[in-house]
């Protein structure tokens, strides 16, 4: 079988499934190919936390304000793809309380006292599985479950070969696959960026609790309402690429969200997820260093929030127009 679509996508994670709607919408004919079943984005608690993340990661003014960007790109997205948005704000619960509504308002982020810590307005959320299903649905985007073998670049077009031999061939493809090593057949110069997006393990357990009106959050800890209860995660481990749940660590971080929350609730499934990371912790949005080729990688722990930013940075690379305000933040080839 092959099939030449007008774009290849090949991950179907938040950025790589946001990028196909965004060109569909746009009127191209897209592609995905995903070997299927959970990645990092679909474990997610699927947070819009421009805020906190800032606060969290002590991010300079320019980067706490292209999160802040990136979020305000959802209401537009959300209600394009008829995905529900729930802005019911968040809550930080731990020390220094006051600094920290200082220096989120030094950041242009709106913030008070709260109990035991402070309160915003400013962070959101999606809910991450039934989002990543609407997005494989868009009119003009097909999913297509394979493992991708190899790429290799033609005179004016690429060819995608999947492990059980289909083809495809497209004179554009994103490569969106999340913390996976290259591709065989990718030219160096991508090769080697997707080398050195650094993997960070995560996990995260669905528990069956009366869930808080919105998200509440502390140092290494957060509390999600979610699906049939809460989502309470999430580590952070650099390195590892192990899908194992370590169970200790789980019920340790569930003990610590319900006393959080002050509730007693029912473990479920704990999941795990392989983030990737670039250097300065953007994603890798946009072309490639080769013709046709761009990337949508990297968001480290921000991907719901980035999904429609980097989507409309690709696309707008592909159709070859003026970059966008970020494009230059986001490029690929920054570390060059």
Known sequence: MTSSPDVIVIGAGVLGLCTAAELAER?????????????????????????????????????????????????AFAETYGLALHREGAEW????????????RQLGFAAQPGSGGLETSEDWRIEAATALTALARVEGVTVVHAHVARIGAGAQRWRVEAEDGRLWFSPTVVLATG????????????????ADIQPIRGQLTQVEV???????????????PGHGGVVIGATMEPGRRDLEPDIDEASARVAAGLALIGADGRPGATRVGIRGASADGLPLAGPAGAAGL??????????????????RTVADAIEGGDAGPDAAALDPLRFA
Request: no cysteine.
């Open 179 to 194: 913390a996976a090593t290259a591709v065989e057949g990718l030219p160096d110069p991508a090769a080697r960026l997707v």
């Open 210 to 224: 009366p869930a808080p009106r919105r998200v509440v959050r502390a140092p290494g800890l957060y509390v999600a």
């Open 93 to 104: 619960r731990g020390p220094g309380a006051e600094q920290a509504v200082d220096r989120l």
């Open 294 to 311: 761009h990337l949508a990688l990297a968001p480290r722990r921000n991907g719901w929030l980035l999904g429609p930013l980097v989507a």
């Open 27 to 75: 009127g191209f004919v897209v592609t995905v190919i995903d070997p299927g079943g959970p990645n990092a984005s679909s474990v997610a608690a699927g947070m819009l936390a421009p805020a906190l993340e800032s606060l969290l990661d002590e991010l300079s003014a320019d980067q706490a304000a292209l999160l802040r960007r990136a979020r305000d790109a959802w209401p």
